[in-house]
């Protein structure tokens, strides 16, 4: 199922969003295949107010992922920092949705 089945056009075109936006991320692996840092290429030029920086954790054998962004929790999108660590060279995250926008 692609993600445009599932999310009506705005949350479709907010989710786009979040995917572009990951690439501004890169993803650091502190416990293989546990736990990684997100963090802004441009670290110095984040807002004040941005954190830039964002702890992701996989549990549950690869199957529940908690950013402490919080997004997900509150909105059940993926944040950019899971979509960010979802990606990295050498973990593959198992989502039912295409990330092509």
């Known amino acids: 199922m692609e993600a445009h089945q599932i999310y009506t ?17 890169k993803a650091i692996e502190q416990i293989p295949g546990e736990e990684y840092v997100t963090e802004h290429y441009e670290l110095c030029r984040v807002q004040r107010w941005c ?3 964002y702890k992701v954790r996989i549990s549950s054998g690869g199957s529940k992922y908690d950013c402490e962004c919080g997004l997900f929790e509150h909105f059940g999108l993926l944040c950019s920092h899971i979509l960010r660590v979802s990606i990295y060279p050498y973990f593959s995250m198992k989502i039912s949705l295409l990330l092509i926008c």
């Open 9 to 25: 056009p705005n949350v479709f075109n907010l989710f786009c969003e979040l995917k572009e936006e990951s690439e501004f991320y």
């Open 51 to 53: 954190k830039g920086s």
